[in-house]
């Protein structure tokens, strides 16, 4: 191991809204609403724009949680593989990271009563954030708990608004299928992955604008959901999204 240089300049740690920016990745999250919306449109009924938003702050939430877990529980393996990451950078410590991850999914599953149907989907969907984060590295089923994880929230958005219907679980298991596909690329793309795996990721809200098409006859809706598309490639730029 290489020593390190004294006199090399020690880098200013970062500030505790950028670490938490990039802990969340939060310039992924226009493809959580999007899958939000398309969940919603899966119910066949009318948009209603203070559930979708309300809906969409509440996944958002379990978003983010999971992602503070992510970095908490690869911590030990970021120290080697990604030290530039807030925990093993110091910015952070990682029990605070814990902390916050948790308490983003307890909010977040608040949010969703008195629905019942959301609140229990929203249970498996924070035990399968819980599982994929702790579990994930190694195990051949990981993949499939990720894409799981996103397609809970079209079931959440279709609950939420109306009752779970065929279209919504067809959408999930197509969303289900997309981004488990995307996970097994992620941990096979090697020195591509740092174009592809953002690429495919935005891609998300090109499937969600696809199966709006299909199910609803708003363009509107299908259009302001790829738009998703380059939004979230235009926050990558600013907090990367991997």
Same mark, same amino acid.
């Given at each position: 191991?290489?020593?390190?240089?004294?006199?090399?300049?020690?880098?200013?740690?970062?500030?505790?809204?950028?670490?938490?920016?990039?802990?969340?990745?939060?310039?992924?999250?226009?493809?959580?609403?999007?899958?939000?919306?398309?969940?919603?449109?899966?119910?066949?009924?009318?948009?209603? *724009?203070?559930?979708?938003?309300?809906?969409?702050?509440?996944?958002?939430?379990?978003?983010?949680?999971?992602?503070?877990?992510?970095?908490?529980?690869?911590? !030990?393996?970021?120290?080697?593989?990604?030290?530039?990451? !807030?925990?093993?950078?110091?910015?952070? =410590?990682?029990?605070?990271?814990?902390?916050?991850?948790?308490?983003?999914?307890?909010?977040?599953?608040?949010?969703?009563?008195?629905?019942?149907?959301?609140? *229990?989907?929203?249970?498996?969907?924070?035990?399968?954030?819980?599982?994929?984060?702790?579990?994930?590295?190694?195990?051949?089923?990981? !993949?499939?708990?990720?894409?799981?994880?996103?397609?809970?929230?079209?079931?959440?958005?279709?609950?939420?608004?109306?009752?779970?219907?065929?279209?919504?679980?067809?959408?999930?298991?197509?969303?289900?299928?997309?981004?488990?596909?995307?996970?097994?690329?992620?941990?096979?793309?090697?020195?591509?992955?740092?174009? *592809?795996? !953002?690429?495919?990721?935005?891609?998300?809200?090109?499937?969600?604008?696809?199966?709006?098409?299909?199910?609803?006859?708003?363009?509107?809706?299908? *259009?302001?959901?790829?738009?998703?598309?380059?939004?979230?490639?235009?926050?990558?730029?600013?907090? =990367?999204?991997?």
């Amino acid at each position: 191991m290489p020593i390190p240089d004294p006199r090399s300049p020690i880098p200013d740690p970062r500030s505790r809204l950028r670490s938490y920016l990039l802990l969340s990745r939060v310039s992924n999250l226009p493809t959580v609403w999007t899958n939000v919306l398309a969940g919603m449109c899966a119910a066949a009924v009318p948009l209603d *724009l203070g559930a979708y938003v309300h809906v969409a702050l509440a996944v958002s939430l379990f978003y983010t949680g999971g992602m503070f877990l992510n970095d908490a529980f690869d911590a !030990p393996a970021d120290r080697l593989a990604r030290p530039e990451r !807030p925990i093993p950078a110091g910015d952070v =410590p990682r029990r605070e990271v814990f902390a916050v991850g948790g308490a983003l999914l307890v909010v977040g599953e608040l949010l969703l009563a008195p629905r019942m149907t959301a609140m *229990l989907l929203g249970l498996a969907l924070g035990a399968a954030i819980v599982a994929y984060d702790y579990r994930h590295k190694g195990s051949r089923v990981a !993949p499939l708990v990720m894409g799981a994880c996103r397609g809970l929230v079209y079931g959440i958005g279709a609950a939420t608004v109306g009752v779970l219907t065929p279209t919504a679980l067809a959408g999930a298991v197509a969303m289900l299928a997309y981004v488990a596909a995307l996970t097994v690329v992620a941990k096979r793309a090697g020195a591509h992955a740092r174009w *592809l795996v !953002p690429l495919l990721i935005a891609g998300i809200s090109l499937a969600d604008a696809l199966f709006i098409a299909i199910v609803s006859s708003s363009a509107a809706l299908a *259009l302001a959901a790829a738009s998703g598309f380059a939004l979230t490639l235009i926050l990558q730029r600013w907090v =990367p999204g991997d």
